[in-house]
T-cell receptor, first 116, second 112 residues
Framework: AQKVTQAQTEISVVEKEDVTLDCVYE???????LFWYKQPPSGELVFLIR??????QNEISGRYSWNFQKSTSSFNFTITASQVVDSAVYFC?????????????FGPGTRLSVLP | EPEVTQTPSHQVTQMGQEVILRCVPI?????FYWYRQILGQKVEFLVS????????KSEIFDDQFSVERPDGSNFTLKIRSTKLEDSAMYFC??????????FGPGTRLLVL
């Protein structure tokens, strides 16, 4: 069975601090995808990144970076030099691909507050 | 850039009433999904739809729920007799293949 754990329920940082959001997953499949979504106060889900299980390269996109460690089943997300606009709930998600589509299993989310 | 759209953005209904939530997936996508998020909780999978039929559903998706793709563009979620606990944000998503899902902005449903 799939499971995603985000141990940090809430994090508060001061603007310009770096912050890392943790994600640990469980799956029996060898082929799977990992995602991060941002949910700002307005409520929509904003796609940030997708990683497949065969690609362990870390990725950087501007102030965002992701660290995928298959050995520890973790897919952590770091925001460098955080800004107030980064305040949101961040969800990590896992899917096991099937030919007929997939369903996502979301983690419980981490609420990030960036204070000015 | 194409987007998934959902209507209405907010809906208030009385317990026991039927509601239909509408979604327009991205036009060349083949896979469609509904999720719900009870306030303050995580996003939960309800159902996936491919090739004009349900491909997978969760235990939440009981007989009160149904989905339909009545024409080439809309994808609807019907709740036959709403309960208080159906109050949630409902997200539609679509994907071109078994990969990244693109979510709509959600419909906030409040059952009184």
């Amino acid at each position: 069975a799939q499971k995603v754990t985000q141990a940090q329920t809430e994090i508060s940082v001061v603007e310009k601090e770096d912050v890392t959001l943790d994600c640990v997953y469980e799956t029996r499949d060898t082929t799977y995808y990992l995602f991060w979504y941002k949910q700002p106060p307005s409520g929509e889900l904003v796609f940030l990144i997708r990683r497949n299980s065969f690609d362990e390269q870390n990725e950087i996109s501007g102030r965002y970076s992701w660290n995928f460690q298959k050995s520890t089943s973790s897919f952590n997300f770091t925001i460098t030099a955080s800004q107030v606009v980064d305040s949101a709930v961040y969800f990590c998600a896992l899917s096991e691909a099937r030919n007929y589509g997939q369903n996502f299993v979301f983690g419980p989310g981490t609420r990030l507050s960036v204070l000015p | 850039e194409p987007e998934v759209t959902q209507t209405p953005s907010h809906q208030v209904t009385q317990m026991g009433q039927e509601v239909i939530l509408r979604c327009v997936p991205i036009s060349n996508h083949l896979y469609f999904y509904w999720y719900r998020q009870i306030l303050g909780q995580k996003v939960e999978f309800l159902v996936s739809f491919y090739n004009n039929e349900i491909s997978e559903k969760s235990e939440i998706f009981d007989d009160q729920f149904s989905v339909e793709r009545p024409d080439g563009s809309n994808f609807t979620l019907k709740i036959r007799s709403t309960k208080l606990e159906d109050s949630a944000m409902y997200f539609c998503a679509s994907s071109p293949g078994p990969e990244t899902q693109y979510f709509g902005p959600g419909t906030r449903l409040l059952v009184l």
